[in-house]
């Protein structure tokens, strides 16, 4: 059975760090390029990061972007999201997801996906 779960969210103080993790069952990680999305309340989901398969070429989105890095760790098949500096506007329901083939920040175009962590900023 085919599934992504996702943990590490909790509630951090502005400025404080979390480590999100994505572990995969049933595929093997590696050979799929995973994505970190979230959503906010009243807020359409959004690409946060991604990691190629192969290569392992990153991408963030601006607003993240030298707060944020993903890792892999094949043998462990699990994708990590280190988030330092965090803000109150990085205050959402965050969810990993993976597909075959290239990278993309649009989320419709995943086949797998996690239930999700709540991640919450705020003092």
């Known amino acids: 059975q085919v599934q992504l779960v996702e943990s590490g969210g909790g509630l951090v103080q502005p400025g404080g760090s979390l480590r999100l993790s994505c572990a995969a069952s049933g595929f093997s990680l590696e050979y799929h390029s995973i994505g970190w999305f979230r959503q906010a309340p009243g807020k359409e989901r959004e690409g946060v990061s991604y990691i190629s398969s192969g290569d392992g070429s990153t991408k963030y989105a601006e607003s993240v972007k030298g707060r944020f890095t993903i890792s892999r760790d094949n043998a462990k098949n699990t994708v990590y999201l280190q988030m330092n500096s965090l803000k109150p506007e990085d205050t959402a329901v965050y969810s990993c997801?993976?597909?075959?083939?290239?990278?993309?920040?649009?989320?419709?175009?995943?086949?797998?996906w996690g239930q999700g962590t709540q991640v919450t900023v705020s003092s």
């Open positions: 997801a993976a597909r075959w083939g290239t990278p993309t920040m649009r989320p419709d175009e995943y086949h797998y």
